[in-house]
């Protein structure tokens, strides 16, 4: 990536906050040479997988590179809109949707941690748009190492390229915010006075390896947290909702219960109802429309279950936006504009000999 064009700077601009709204990614369409360009990038992210490079590389390029990418791009396939990814067309209406409820407030630019539009991309697009200010809204309420840190990671990266770096601030979780629970609240509710409700409401999060949650990594403890104050502003008593986890990929043990065993469980011991909400995603994806809208019915059906009903992601709805807006305002206190008049800026720089 080149250098700011500091050519196109004027001392008479006024630096903006511009807002950095990030996600997971996703191929740029369902098939196998894309997913293998996406899971390349995605699963060579130390964060994401902690084994030794030489080691990983082998495994990586060796196996699943070769197996993998057929079954995910069919997979993806049955997701697919006539708008590409359902991950990155509601992800645009997000940000246009978050943008819309800032209004002047600054410039909003989507990023994807893996693939298109790139947090390089998002960041040159604020810088463009004159965010002298930028903060880092990654989509995932619950902090993990493999998501969250990988962002930063990916941004530090990105502007250590820049001679001219902008102030920075990052929010790192929020889970526990009280407008991000009262929003997945509100689309149970909804859910449930269109459809009923049910035996149970499963509260599904993707999984990370066990052995993380040993090291530190704290995301399990702020899902279990998420969990407890969902199903107390639902008012729910301990045997109307459990939560598990889902999407465990290879031989290592992930965090417990799994949600297809879990769901197994629930069938063979008389559930004949369950709802499944996803909180920790932000945007209905391939692990919630594929995994768990499909998969997973079918897991519980078989099983002896009777009615299955996945409750969409927050995704475009007001009040989640709302909880984004409300995140972005408490994160930029403090953040003023500076009270020169720009004119004189620009006069006093000339000055002194600056070009422009």
Same mark, same amino acid.
């Given at each position: 990536?080149?250098?700011?064009?500091?050519?196109?700077?004027?001392?008479?601009?006024? !630096?903006?906050? !511009?807002i950095? $709204?990030?996600?997971?990614g996703?191929?740029?369409?369902?098939?196998?040479?894309?997913? &293998?360009?996406?899971?390349?990038?995605?699963?060579?992210?130390?964060? @994401?997988?902690?084994?030794?490079?030489?080691?990983?590389?082998?495994?990586?390029?060796? @196996?699943?590179?070769?197996?993998?990418?057929?079954?995910?791009?069919?997979?993806? #396939?049955?997701?697919?809109?006539?708008?590409?990814?359902?991950? %990155?067309?509601?992800?645009?209406?997000q940000?246009?949707?978050?943008? #819309?409820?800032?209004?002047?407030?600054?410039p @909003?630019?989507?990023?994807?941690r893996?693939?298109?539009?790139?947090?390089?991309?998002?960041?040159?697009?604020?810088?463009?748009?004159?965010?002298?200010?930028? $903060?880092?809204?990654?989509?995932?309420?619950?902090?993990?190492?493999?998501?969250?840190?990988?962002?930063?990671?990916?941004?530090?990266?990105?502007?250590?390229?820049?001679?001219?770096?902008?102030?920075? &601030?990052?929010?790192?979780?929020?889970?526990?915010?009280?407008?991000?629970?009262?929003?997945?609240?509100?689309?149970?509710?909804?859910?449930?006075?269109?459809? !009923?409700?049910?035996?149970?409401?499963?509260?599904?999060?993707?999984g990370?390896?066990?052995?993380y949650?040993?090291?530190?990594?704290?995301?399990?403890?702020?899902?279990?947290?998420?969990?407890?104050?969902?199903?107390?502003?639902?008012? %729910?008593?301990?045997?109307?909702?459990?939560?598990?986890?889902?999407?465990?990929? !290879?031989?290592?043990?992930?965090?417990?219960?799994?949600?297809?065993?879990?769901?197994?469980?629930?069938?063979?011991?008389?559930?004949?109802?369950?709802?499944?909400?996803?909180?920790?995603?932000?945007?209905?994806?391939?692990?919630?429309?594929?995994?768990?809208?499909?998969?997973?019915?079918?897991?519980?059906?078989?099983?002896?279950?009777?009615?299955?009903?996945?409750?969409?992601?927050?995704?475009?709805?007001?009040?989640?936006i709302?909880?984004?807006?409300?995140?972005?305002?408490?994160?930029?206190?403090g953040w003023?504009q500076?009270?020169?008049?720009?004119?004189q800026?620009?006069?006093?720089?000339?000055?002194?000999?600056?070009?422009?």
């Amino acid at each position: 990536m080149s250098e700011p064009n500091l050519q196109s700077y004027h001392h008479d601009q006024v !630096g903006r906050t !511009g807002i950095l $709204l990030v996600n997971l990614g996703t191929p740029d369409a369902p098939d196998r040479t894309s997913v &293998r360009r996406y899971l390349k990038e995605f699963l060579w992210d130390p964060r @994401v997988v902690e084994v030794p490079r030489p080691i990983w590389w082998f495994v990586l390029n060796g @196996v699943i590179l070769n197996t993998r990418p057929g079954r995910s791009a069919k997979a993806y #396939q049955k997701v697919w809109t006539d708008q590409g990814s359902p991950l %990155l067309s509601i992800s645009y209406k997000q940000r246009d949707a978050l943008a #819309q409820r800032l209004g002047d407030a600054g410039p @909003v630019a989507l990023a994807m941690r893996y693939g298109s539009p790139s947090i390089e991309a998002g960041l040159e697009e604020l810088r463009d748009a004159d965010a002298r200010r930028i $903060l880092v809204l990654p989509l995932y309420p619950q902090y993990s190492a493999t998501t969250t840190a990988s962002i930063f990671d990916a941004v530090a990266d990105a502007l250590r390229k820049w001679r001219w770096i902008p102030e920075l &601030r990052f929010i790192n979780h929020y889970h526990d915010d009280p407008a991000y629970i009262g929003a997945l609240a509100d689309s149970v509710r909804r859910h449930r006075a269109q459809f !009923g409700t049910s035996d149970k409401l499963l509260l599904s999060f993707h999984g990370i390896p066990e052995e993380y949650f040993h090291k530190g990594d704290p995301y399990f403890c702020e899902c279990q947290k998420s969990g407890r104050l969902l199903a107390e502003v639902l008012d %729910l008593k301990p045997g109307q909702w459990q939560l598990s986890f889902q999407s465990r990929l !290879g031989p290592k043990q992930w965090l417990q219960p799994y949600t297809d065993k879990t769901l197994e469980t629930m069938a063979s011991e008389g559930v004949k109802s369950v709802q499944v909400i996803c909180p920790g995603f932000s945007a209905d994806c391939l692990e919630t429309l594929e995994e768990i809208a499909m998969e997973n019915r079918d897991v519980f059906l078989e099983a002896g279950g009777e009615r299955y009903e996945y409750i969409p992601c927050l995704n475009v709805e007001a009040g989640h936006i709302d909880m984004l807006a409300g995140l972005v305002a408490q994160h930029t206190q403090g953040w003023k504009q500076s009270a020169e008049d720009p004119a004189q800026v620009r006069e006093r720089a000339l000055a002194i000999g600056a070009a422009q």
